[in-house]
């Protein structure tokens, strides 16, 4: 299995209130990153059987947008297992669900998130990984441990599409 994990995109500034918390949208930003990174994982081919997501509104939507600029036509998943404060054993037996599939992406939050991908890289969580806001990680999972194969945020998704946009080519006169 390719795990792809994915974290939110970005949802301004987080409430003081849980409640509140966890209904607070993707702001225009956050939009532009789902799309700059579904192209990414386009342009490398991915393909997944299903995305599964936190239960928080950022999560949901973010999981959504990716999804349709991908061409998925399920139904995103919901679990708890992928909320801010989920636990690894949990998580675990989301891998377990879905261990059939040959492309899963999630989508969740930080610091479980990138907790989890230390854990599932090292077998004892000693590994950490920066993962900002609409960044995503391929686990091939099919490997003992499994392997990170990359990690893209979205800044580094901007300035490669900006290098690529340059012509390599040098400029020649046409006389």
Request: glycine letters at 8%; proline letters at 5%.
């Amino acid at each position: 299995m390719n795990l792809y994990l994915m974290r939110h995109a970005n949802a301004g500034i987080p409430r003081e209130s849980l409640k509140l918390d966890a209904k607070r949208s993707l702001i225009k930003e956050g939009k532009e990153q789902c799309m700059l990174m579904a192209r990414v994982l386009n342009a490398l081919k991915v393909q997944v059987d299903v995305i599964v997501a936190s239960p928080l509104k950022r999560a949901m939507q973010t999981a959504q947008f990716v999804g349709t600029e991908l061409g998925y036509e399920g139904k995103v998943e919901i679990s708890p297992a992928l909320g801010p404060e989920a636990s690894y054993g949990d998580f675990q037996k989301i891998l377990d669900k879905y261990a059939d599939r040959e492309g899963v992406l999630v989508v969740g939050h930080n610091p479980s998130l990138f907790q989890f991908a230390g854990r599932l890289i090292t077998g004892n969580g000693g590994a950490g990984l920066r993962m900002r806001k609409g960044s995503i990680a391929r686990i091939d999972m099919d490997r003992h441990p499994p392997l990170l194969q990359w990690l893209i945020d979205p800044r580094m998704a901007r300035w490669i599409y900006a290098s690529v946009a340059k012509s390599s080519r040098p400029k020649t006169s046409r006389k």
